[in-house]
């Protein structure tokens, strides 16, 4: 039965003490028998993107060496990616904010670039949020198929902010999904409100695991002589198709590296979806 590991960071502005912090997480997760690892979004970096978009194919390569050497499949919340899909260069300078998957050969089998990026005014120190000036919306729903202890596992990919639109679940779900990822950097705000309810129902109206991994706690970065402070809500979280938390890891702002695990059980998912068949009722509207 495949474990899976889910992986709360406290990601700062330094990349390199940043992707020290990742390599323990991911060793640490490996040797309690986890055969994926789900890693939360800015995961390298919180702040200003550019630093880490000019190192993205170094960082590519040192996930799948880490993906590889670790025996585990690795989706690495986002990296901010220059060009797209179709490797065309966002001309503006902008990113696409990309969700990546590496299997435990260290290929990167999936790429799925953010749909719907955060735009919100929040009642927090930062107060308003628009990812468009930043990155560039991506257009496809992304699943992957995976082999975790022997089994065949469909993982659709999705990231923060998505978790808003229950049409992109139910669409990763209609495309096979058995598991959706959704490395997240909730703002605390936001996510004391809404986070643990949005994955709920996800899981429910998908009946898919759901896999909320999450930064946690106080991130200070600096941009053009300027610091800045932005606190996220914590409480990374594996909720199973019945609407289950599975595991939690229950912290918010003391900043600490956490890793929580649940396994995966395909029949007792399959059967939850066979006592209520929900895709066969909807509606054609």
């Known amino acids: ?7 709360q960071l406290n990601s700062q502005d330094n990349i390199d003490n940043n992707l020290a912090i990742i390599k323990k997480a991911v060793q640490t ?27 993205f194919d170094e960082i590519c390569a040192w996930y799948g060496e880490l993906a590889s050497t670790h025996n585990v499949h690795i989706i690495i919340g986002t990296l901010p990616c220059p060009t797209r899909l179709d490797g065309s260069v966002i001309a503006d300078g902008r990113f696409c904010q990309s969700s990546l998957l590496f299997d435990n050969t260290g290929q990167k089998i999936a790429c799925y670039d953010k749909i719907h990026l955060f735009r ?15 990155f560039e919306a991506g257009s496809v729903p992304v699943v992957a198929t995976c082999v975790l202890d022997g089994v065949a596992v469909n993982i659709g990919l999705a990231v923060c902010f998505d978790v808003r639109f229950p049409l992109l679940f139910q ?3 209609e495309m096979g999904a058995d598991m959706i990822s959704v490395p997240s950097a909730f703002t605390y705000t936001t996510g004391q409100a809404h986070w643990q309810s949005l994955l709920t129902a996800r899981s429910l109206d998908s009946q ?29 979280m594996i909720i199973n198709a019945d609407g289950q938390i599975l595991a939690n890891t229950k912290q918010t702002d003391c900043g600490e590296l956490a890793v929580i695990y649940a396994d995966f059980n395909k ?5 939850i979806r066979q006592n209520m068949p929900i895709f066969k009722c909807r509606a054609g509207f």
């Open 120 to 134: 919100a005014n929040v009642a927090d120190g930062v107060g308003s949020y628009d990812e468009g000036r930043t």
């Open 171 to 173: 669409k990763l779900r």
């Open 267 to 271: 029949e007792t998912q399959d059967k």
């Open 208 to 236: 898919c695991m759901i896999i909320g991994s999450a930064q946690g706690g106080t991130h200070q970065f600096s941009h053009k002589g300027k610091v800045y402070t932005r606190q996220t809500w914590g409480h990374g």
């Open 29 to 55: 997760a490996a040797t309690q028998g986890a055969d994926l690892v789900v890693l939360p979004e800015n995961a390298c970096l919180m702040g200003y993107q550019r630093p880490l978009a000019q190192r």
């Open 1 to 7: 039965m495949p474990t899976i590991a889910n992986i």
